[in-house]
């Protein structure tokens, strides 16, 4: 049996049904990453011996019943900015190039509650910042695709490692795109979810108010049954929210959710897997489908909409508005954010000192200028400046009054619509080393995605064909704050029309692809 | 509308974002910034008069607790990640004249 094939969930089951072991299940993936991991480049650490004693643990409790989680046994990538108690945690980043955590992330703790096994820590653009996760440290990650075109990023490794099957499923994080765009540049599903939903305990910060854990995936049933097990109220985490109180609270009707609406609001996110989509109201922001935009990935996208109206859906075109704010806004905020966040990299509790210095300043000074890469520099300069004094309230502020009228404009749209559905990304896969040359030209390439951060919303990215030159072709999905089931009933629904595309690195053993 | 800065601001941002940037690097993250902040000032197109900064999506209240310790003394992990350390502490260089 050709087990990398196979989703998070088929192996869960037949891990349950005794059909597989643990120990094979884990030895399956080690076996695919030895075959495609000098190609595709998508981690950064591999921890085969503390797999295969997890594997051992996780099987003795699954056989004795203590353990019946659909994830129980079946192993998974991290994307290398959640903390693993340990483990390497080096975000891409040669100033984390050492650092083992004390302790774990939320997300990955609760995965490990569920029995998952860690087979590794995937590759990403440093600190999160980039969309091709080409400003690695540690090198690029290949497109299993096709290895001369970018796996896209920042979670590009946990993209790249499911779709090249080193890895059933992964865990990646999203600040402007960065689950959304890799999950469309590889072929397959990444969530996004509703901001607060998902700890960030442990998640090492870029821009806190941005930033989501969301899982990657072969398929949607994957994904729902993912995020059931990661997300969850954290008290750690400030910004966690009690979706099962929220939802019944007075502020949940100012953002447009009525009280008391069903319990799919809260964390139920497989309840919601039905083929079923009669009636719902689809938004088609015209604006996200103008000027440059790729004509193939239009056509699939379009196509995709067509499918779902034959199954009831109503799908309508409307004008979103300040689409073309959304970028200068969230540079801004995320800079901001990040100069921040990353104040704490200063070579004195974790992480790599300069060699030579001259004082406490001069230590800091050289440390961080060593240790940062040319991206993560330019965001902490424009994040210092957009926040210090006499550029505050011009910048800062006014990028923060321009989410409020962003959100605004989604609050408008999802009074009218159930779903609005977009391209993930204006292209398919860019080449490999055609994108840091003109930061400018990269950073609009997430015109698509960041409005959803700034908004809080959750967005599904969800494979619809390739184009013609063979490289998968991402839809997003984009739902009210809260509002996950109606995205993933969406994606299931259209996911049932088609079979899942495999690219010829996962099976280049010559065994058939049929899943 | 073209930002320009000056040599003084971005010794100055160096020194708020705590980066030692060579004579090159200088150069280039001048124009890098002139380029963004040229960028972003298209947000100056949008009318935000009485909008109020919105820092967060949803409106977040403080959480308190018992203050009631739920840890125990990790100094000894927290401490081995440091590069340099001495006697349970971190070690840093000397600070006060």
């Given at each position: 049996?050709d087990i990398?094939?196979?989703t998070a969930?088929?192996l869960?089951?037949?891990?349950?049904?005794?059909?597989i072991?643990?120990?094979?299940?884990?030895?399956?993936?080690?076996d695919?990453?030895?075959?495609?991991?000098r190609d595709?480049?998508?981690f950064?650490t591999i921890?085969k011996?503390?797999a295969?004693?997890r594997?051992g643990?996780?099987?003795?409790?699954?056989?004795?019943g203590?353990?019946?989680s659909?994830?129980a046994?079946?192993?998974?990538a991290?994307?290398?900015n959640m903390c693993?108690?340990?483990m390497?945690?080096?975000?891409?980043?040669?100033i984390?190039?050492n650092f083992?955590?004390?302790y774990?992330?939320?997300?990955v703790?609760n995965l490990?509650?569920a029995?998952?096994?860690i087979?590794?820590?995937t590759?990403m653009?440093?600190f999160?910042m980039?969309s091709?996760?080409e400003t690695?440290?540690?090198?690029?990650t290949?497109?299993p695709?096709n290895?001369?075109?970018?796996p896209?990023g920042?979670?590009?490794?946990?993209?790249a490692?499911v779709a090249a099957?080193?890895?059933p499923?992964a865990?990646?994080?999203?600040?402007?795109g960065s689950?959304?765009q890799?999950?469309a540049?590889c072929?397959?599903?990444?969530i996004k979810?509703?901001?607060g939903?998902v700890?960030?305990?442990g998640?090492i910060?870029?821009?806190s108010?941005?930033?989501?854990i969301?899982?990657?995936?072969?398929?949607v049933?994957?994904?729902?049954v993912?995020l059931?097990?990661i997300?969850g109220?954290?008290?750690?985490?400030s910004t966690?929210?009690?979706?099962n109180?929220?939802i019944?609270?007075?502020?949940?009707?100012?953002?447009?959710?009525?009280?008391g609406?069903?319990?799919?609001?809260g964390y139920d996110?497989?309840g919601a897997?039905?083929?079923?989509?009669?009636?719902?109201r689809?938004?088609?922001p015209?604006?996200y489908?103008g000027?440059?935009?790729?004509a193939e990935?239009?056509e699939k996208?379009?196509a995709?909409?067509r499918e779902?109206?034959v199954?009831?859906?109503v799908?309508?075109?409307?004008?979103?508005s300040?689409v073309q704010?959304?970028?200068p806004?969230y540079?801004?905020?995320?800079?901001a954010e990040a100069s921040?966040?990353?104040?704490?990299?200063?070579?004195v509790k974790y992480g790599c000192?300069?060699?030579?210095?001259?004082?406490l300043?001069n230590?800091?000074?050289?440390?961080?200028s060593e240790g940062?890469?040319e991206?993560?520099?330019?965001?902490?300069m424009l994040?210092?400046?957009v926040?210090?004094?006499?550029y505050?309230?011009?910048y800062y502020?006014?990028a923060?009054?321009?989410?409020?009228?962003?959100?605004?404009?989604f609050?408008q749209?999802f009074?009218?619509?159930?779903?609005?559905i977009?391209p993930?990304?204006p292209?398919t896969?860019?080449?490999?080393g055609?994108?840091?040359?003109?930061?400018?030209k990269m950073?609009?390439?997430d015109i698509y995605t960041?409005?959803?951060?700034?908004?809080?919303?959750p967005g599904i990215s969800?494979p619809?064909g390739?184009?013609s030159?063979?490289l998968p072709v991402g839809?997003?999905i984009?739902?009210?704050c809260?509002?996950?089931?109606k995205i993933?009933?969406?994606?299931y629904?259209?996911?049932?029309t088609?079979?899942?595309?495999?690219?010829?690195s996962?099976?280049m053993?010559?065994?058939?692809g049929?899943? | 509308m073209a930002?320009?800065?000056?040599?003084?601001?971005i010794?100055?941002?160096g020194i708020?974002a705590?980066?030692?940037?060579s004579?090159?690097e200088?150069e280039?993250?001048?124009?890098?910034?002139?380029?963004?902040?040229?960028?972003?000032d298209t947000?100056n197109e949008?009318d935000t008069?009485?909008?109020?900064?919105?820092?967060?999506?949803f409106?977040v209240?403080?959480?308190f607790?018992?203050?009631v310790?739920?840890?125990?003394d990790g100094?000894?992990d927290?401490l081995a990640n440091?590069?340099?350390?001495k006697?349970n502490?971190?070690?840093?260089?000397k600070?006060?004249?």
């Amino acid at each position: 049996m050709d087990i990398t094939s196979l989703t998070a969930v088929e192996l869960g089951k037949k891990i349950r049904a005794k059909e597989i072991s643990v120990a094979e299940a884990v030895k399956a993936s080690f076996d695919q990453i030895e075959r495609v991991e000098r190609d595709v480049h998508s981690f950064v650490t591999i921890d085969k011996e503390g797999a295969f004693k997890r594997a051992g643990e996780i099987q003795k409790q699954i056989d004795d019943g203590s353990l019946q989680s659909p994830l129980a046994g079946v192993p998974v990538a991290v994307k290398d900015n959640m903390c693993t108690k340990d483990m390497l945690t080096t975000c891409s980043s040669k100033i984390l190039q050492n650092f083992k955590p004390a302790y774990t992330a939320e997300a990955v703790r609760n995965l490990e509650k569920a029995g998952a096994v860690i087979i590794g820590k995937t590759n990403m653009d440093e600190f999160a910042m980039g969309s091709t996760t080409e400003t690695s440290y540690f090198g690029a990650t290949r497109n299993p695709w096709n290895l001369g075109h970018v796996p896209g990023g920042s979670s590009g490794g946990s993209c790249a490692a499911v779709a090249a099957e080193e890895s059933p499923y992964a865990l990646g994080s999203d600040t402007g795109g960065s689950i959304r765009q890799p999950s469309a540049f590889c072929g397959v599903v990444g969530i996004k979810p509703t901001y607060g939903t998902v700890s960030r305990y442990g998640l090492i910060a870029y821009g806190s108010s941005l930033d989501q854990i969301g899982p990657v995936a072969k398929d949607v049933t994957d994904c729902a049954v993912i995020l059931e097990v990661i997300a969850g109220h954290d008290p750690k985490d400030s910004t966690s929210i009690d979706r099962n109180i929220y939802i019944h609270s007075a502020s949940a009707e100012t953002n447009g959710l009525k009280a008391g609406s069903p319990n799919l609001a809260g964390y139920d996110f497989t309840g919601a897997l039905k083929e079923d989509v009669a009636g719902m109201r689809i938004g088609i922001p015209r604006d996200y489908f103008g000027e440059g935009l790729d004509a193939e990935v239009k056509e699939k996208i379009l196509a995709a909409v067509r499918e779902l109206e034959v199954r009831g859906a109503v799908a309508e075109e409307f004008d979103l508005s300040l689409v073309q704010y959304a970028i200068p806004a969230y540079y801004v905020i995320a800079s901001a954010e990040a100069s921040s966040n990353l104040a704490r990299f200063d070579g004195v509790k974790y992480g790599c000192r300069t060699e030579e210095y001259e004082g406490l300043h001069n230590m800091y000074k050289k440390t961080r200028s060593e240790g940062f890469g040319e991206e993560v520099k330019r965001r902490i300069m424009l994040g210092s400046f957009v926040l210090s004094s006499g550029y505050y309230d011009a910048y800062y502020l006014k990028a923060l009054r321009t989410k409020a009228l962003i959100k605004q404009a989604f609050d408008q749209a999802f009074a009218k619509y159930d779903v609005i559905i977009a391209p993930a990304a204006p292209t398919t896969a860019p080449e490999l080393g055609k994108s840091l040359s003109d930061p400018m030209k990269m950073y609009l390439s997430d015109i698509y995605t960041i409005s959803v951060n700034l908004a809080g919303l959750p967005g599904i990215s969800i494979p619809v064909g390739r184009d013609s030159k063979g490289l998968p072709v991402g839809m997003q999905i984009i739902g009210n704050c809260f509002e996950e089931h109606k995205i993933i009933r969406a994606a299931y629904t259209l996911e049932q029309t088609r079979s899942y595309e495999r690219p010829e690195s996962a099976g280049m053993r010559g065994e058939g692809g049929d899943r | 509308m073209a930002n320009k800065i000056s040599d003084e601001t971005i010794e100055y941002v160096g020194i708020l974002a705590k980066l030692e940037l060579s004579g090159e690097e200088k150069e280039k993250a001048k124009a890098d910034m002139e380029r963004m902040l040229d960028y972003i000032d298209t947000l100056n197109e949008l009318d935000t008069e009485g909008v109020e900064p919105m820092s967060h999506v949803f409106p977040v209240h403080n959480v308190f607790r018992e203050d009631v310790a739920s840890y125990k003394d990790g100094s000894t992990d927290t401490l081995a990640n440091a590069p340099l350390k001495k006697d349970n502490s971190f070690k840093v260089p000397k600070t006060i004249g």
